[in-house]
């Protein structure tokens, strides 16, 4: 009862860590806007963490430059399990209008498993709610398979 | 028999009432109140009530970094030890008549079982290594040193309103001050000890680290500070104790100046065994519903309407503002008024 | 031997150690006997006197050559050994002891090792002299003795920076308050016709003329410097900084208590003027000062050392405040300050002795993270660090808080503010010294820890051993007050009020009657407040008991498990699909969060750690800057000044 408690939570209180790798501001934006009173993602529980050890899911935004990919993918590995990294706009995944710059050297799915994409240039509000809230439903499985696949 | 009893008694303080369960119930649920207040506040839906308790389960189910840097067994003793002596420091406050260890701790005992808490967090984030977490408990410090004053300039004037009044001078115990008021009305009625209260109002949200006073643990800036480093059960049980220090601070006002409240179901009480556990109960209701006037006054709004203070900005204000409130208080009462 | 004999063999076995050391000092091995005999057989001689004096309230004089006083005249040498006597004499036994443990160790690896323990018990000599002394030019010879050998010992490390400078400093002024000693002690000479303690605290109350109270002003200055009160301190901080560990536990547990010693004597015994406002006024106005001033000098500072130093000073602040309270309750906490002083003094100061041994550096900027390399030295020296800044249930908490009572139940009964004041300033310097220590903790054993100390180890069994000495009293004296106070502290504070006893034991019954001298004060140790630190303690094992089975027992986290699982998660995955290097995700994930870069040396701490606190305190601390020249002329010149005002104050009040 208890686990199943635990992993209840995990689905209503999921705190975001942002990471901008390169990106133009406009998802950045964007994302800061869903918190704010018009779309207030607050009532689901999402939270702004100041530091990857506290957060559930990581947004990674921008096309992910040469100089940035290091400190993305360590910054991620700093987020305890479970976690759940999310793309917000078309950069991360495709590089957009980035893609085949020498200094770019996205998609991020390169590199680690991405478990959603929010597609746009930039996504809207509803969109970015949409992909964080199927996020949650990912961590709440991730927790769940560990704990099956621990018996 | 009776020692059995008694240990049987005392293990339900410390366990249940005004213990452990209690604390954490109404202070999670406190919590969940100013959130939601404060979003209310900003027109927000806001996240719901229970959203602590949500917070707080599923930080137990993460995974827990140390990381190498840290002094393993500071790092992660530091976050019980707070917890625990918050606990502690909440049954020695009592809830109107009721009060389940007295002769142990009196106000002064009190002012330093307050810093407890806030060391071990101190503790924990330096020994996590991380440059955050010493620029958050450098803040955290000062933030403490600027507290401190005013809030030992209330407590003592409350101690010499109260002495005056039982014709000893000065009255450090808090279950006399408790006492004092249950027979003679609250404190806050009295001229000289408004300015004291209103200091006092002042000083919940810098013990608790509230908006405008929360530069330690400023998230935008340094990565939550004294908290950097921290995931999993530890955080859990920080998240937990802070809220169960937003518990302690109100009920302390309370204790300190609303004590009288209390008075009418006192004599309910005297009448009847079964009333009176249900005076108690609603004595317990009284003292959360105020507990939660006081956050909705002095956290949530304050935290509404203001944005975060530079930490000497903070520093000044309270020795001059809050201490200047708080000296007044102490003179009035030294004269008597 | 008859229990008469106790002191004199007491401060015997001191300098016949010291001259012993001198002859057979070449074997280490017998060095080390006849230092640990030397000072651990005046620590037994002084236990056994605890209970004649302490519970039997015995005052034992004590006649070299059995040269007792003839006609009302004290002709001969006297030791005379009272409660408050005893009390400072088991304090100074049982820091020498342990500083003596420590130093076989510590000093190991320095040159001159035999000059170092002789003159280091020529300095126990003397400040156990001092105390039990019963005669007022033999208590000069005594201090001449310490200060020479404290100044030795300052310079003892001659090649350390600063340590001649030091040395000549407290050289200086020292000798300026031995001069002041001396002085005093003539013209009480010249008034009284008699040197002997006894006689003259018969002798001098109610028959002030202008020399006794020109005298009772040198004294008071002499024993001021001694102590290092406010404006003596920068002495100790330059001392502490420069002077080996060891020495620095003897001049701060040790030599600063016997000119506390001298003060409470001088006021409270030979002139008996603690009865007026005025005299109490200066004593807690000196004392609040120096706990402030010194508490804002050690924020200031980013030399361990030189920080324990001010802090030290700062806590003899209070003590003097207590002590000039003149209430029962003030001065049995005041005595129980001073020994908690010496407890947690020493073994912070041996901390930072165990840092500097093993870093060769006390420079607060330079040390970090050494918790991980020297484990043992930072639960010692976290325990007095708490024990120092009062935080409960250490020992530094339950004196504090009786001070605190003292001086408001004293302003409360007085009707002056001034004394709520001292409170005050007690609890906010109290809040100060803590923030000085978590800087300290930062700074030194957490935090990074920088490339070059590596290497370092654990110090030696001896010298944890000392320092655990120091911790257990610590603990235990804080969670026992009750018994401390009782069998301690009370008695001493029953000393300090029963002048008369302390006259008639030496000089005959019937004695002190005879002046027409009656006993002075009630007597009474109620305190306003409640503190149990059993009950307390207890509640918290019980509340900490059940938080942590809450929080190991739940076997849901899985910790371990889920970062196996994820690691094999990350295997299959680096398998499976185009990767990053190798392993891109494992690595830096238990290395601190640096905004995702690599972590590199970055300790906070150092000298500014509070400058949220000290931008607002600028102007202040830019003038205490200015103010501490380091120039030795300017702290002459302080002291001048210091007894030129102290003698135009007592004119004017006595």
Known sequence: MFDKLITESMGKSPWLFHINAGSCNGCDIELVAVLTPRYDAERLGFKLAGSPR?????????????????????????????????????????????????????????????DVDVAGCTPKPEAVIEGLATATKILMEKRKNRKGGQE | MSIIIDGLKYLAYILIFPGFLFCFLSGLLLCGIDRKLVA???????????????????????????????????????????????????????????NAFHGVADVIVILYLLLIPALSVILGAASSGSPYSGVGLSREMVTILAVELP????????????????????????????????????????LSMIPAAAAMLLIIPGETGSHPFDAAEAETEICEGMLAEYSGKPLAVYKLSHAVKLLTMTTLFVALFLGGIGGGIERAMMTSAIGGAFCFLIEILILFLLCVCLVAVCISFVHAVTARLRIEQLFKYYWTVVTGLALISLVMAWYGL | MSIQHFPICAIMAYFLGAFLIVIFGNNRALRNIIGFLATATPLCLLIGLVKPIMLGTDVIAYWMGNRVPAGGYAIGIALEVDAMGLFFGLLIATAVFVAMLYSFSYMSHDDNEPQYYTLFLMLCGGVMGFVLSGDLFNMFIMIEILTFAAVALTAFRNTANGALEAAFKYLVVGCIGSSCILAGTIMLYAQAHTLNFAQLAAFLPGKLNTATVVAYALLFIGFCTKAFIVPFHPLAADAHGAAPAPVSVLISGVLTKSGLYGIIRLTYILFRVMNLGTVQFWLVFLGSVSMFVCVTMALAQHDFKRLLAFHSISQIGYVLTAAGLATALGISSGLYHAMNHTLFKGLLFLCAGAVLHETGTTDLGKLGGLSRKMPHTTVLFLIGAFSISGVPPFNGFASKWMIYQATYQKAVESGNIGFLMATIVALVTSTLTLASFVKVTQSVFFGQLPKEYENVKEV??????????????????????????????????????????????????????????????????????????????????????????????????????????????????????????????????????????????????????????????????????????????DYALWAVIALALAMLYAMIIL
């Open chain 1, 54 to 114: 506290q957060a559930d899911i990581v947004v990674v935004t921008g096309p992910i430059t040469k100089q940035s990919l290091p400190r993305v993918l360590r910054a991620i590995s700093q987020v305890p399990e479970p976690r759940c990294i999310v793309t917000m706009g078309s950069c991360p995944q495709s590089g957009n209008v980035f893609r085949g710059s020498y200094s770019v050297c996205g998609p991020l799915s390169k590199y680690v498993h991405v």
């Open chain 2, 40 to 98: 209310r506040m900003q027109k927000r839906v806001g996240p719901p009530i229970l959203q602590p308790f949500y917070d707080f389960f599923k930080l137990l189910g993460k995974e827990t970094i140390v990381p190498v840097t840290a002094n393993r067994t500071v790092f992660l003793i530091a976050p019980l030890v707070g917890l625990a002596a918050q606990v502690v420091l909440q049954l020695f406050i009592p809830v109107f008549s009721f």
């Open chain 2, 151 to 190: 809030l030992v300039l209330v407590l003592l004037s409350v101690a010499k309103v109260v002495g005056n009044a039982m014709g000893t001078g000065l009255c450090f115990s808090l279950t006399d001050i408790v006492n004092y008021q249950l027979t003679h009305g609250s404190l806050i009625t009295k």
């Open chain 3, 460 to 633: 030696s069994f001896g010298m944890r051993l000392a320092m655990g000495i120091l911790a257990l009293l610590c603990i235990l004296t804080g969670l026992f007050p009750g018994f401390v106070t009782t069998y301690l502290t009370e008695p001493a504070a029953r000393a300090v009020f029963g002048a008369n006893q302390y006259i008639n034991a030496m000089m005959g019954s019937g004695y002190a009657q005879g002046f027409g001298l009656a006993d002075i004060l009630p007597v009474s140790f109620e305190a306003a407040g409640i503190w149990s630190p059993i009950s307390w303690l207890c509640l918290l094992m019980i509340m900490l008991l059940a938080v942590a089975i809450v929080a190991v027992s739940s076997k849901y986290d899985q910790v371990s498990a889920l970062a196996k699982t994820a690691a094999a998660a990350e295997a299959a995955e680096a398998k499976a699909g185009p990767r990053y290097g190798s392993g891109a995700l494992a690595e830096g994930k238990y290395e601190l969060f640096f905004g995702g870069e690599e972590s590199v040396y970055s300790q906070v701490g150092g000298d500014d750690l509070f400058w949220g606190f000290k931008h607002n305190w600028r102007h202040y601390f830019s003038f205490m800057h200015e103010l501490h020249s380091g120039i030795v002329n």
